[in-house]
């Protein structure tokens, strides 16, 4: 089992920066691939980032904006946000996945956090 905790969200302007974090417990984050995932109000849960083993993919929507990472070392993962806009408000939830392929899909990812609200303010 693992269990991912978010933190780092926040309200912030249009054109800042925020860098939530999700913290592993119970194995070892190296071992899985790194999701974030985001839920606007009245929209469905979409994809944002993943990162897998050495190879790192983001939605169209935060290409260039976004960069995800990871630390092995804290078992914790990262999701750098710049230039944000309204438009991003949502709740980032981070996921770990085992296995390899299928990185977009938020059905083969098999632990979740309780995510972390993300306001941007225009």
């Known amino acids: 089992q693992v269990q991912l905790v978010e933190s780092g969200g926040g309200l912030v302007q249009a054109g800042g920066s925020l860098r939530p974090s999700c913290a592993a417990s119970g194995r070892t984050l190296s071992m899985y691939a790194m999701g974030w995932f985001r839920q606007a109000p009245e929209k469905e849960r979409e994809f944002v980032a993943y990162i897998s083993w050495g190879t790192t993919y983001y939605a169209d929507s935060v290409e260039g904006r976004f960069t995800i990472s990871r630390d092995n070392a804290k078992n914790t993962a990262y999701l750098q946000m710049n230039n944000l806009k309204p438009e991003d408000t949502a709740v980032y939830y981070c996921?770990?996945?085992?296995?390899?392929?299928?990185?977009?899909?938020?059905?083969?990812?098999?632990?979740w956090g309780q995510g972390t609200q993300v306001t941007v303010s225009s």
């Open positions: 996921a770990a996945k085992s296995g390899t392929g299928y990185y977009t899909k938020q059905r083969t990812y098999d632990y």
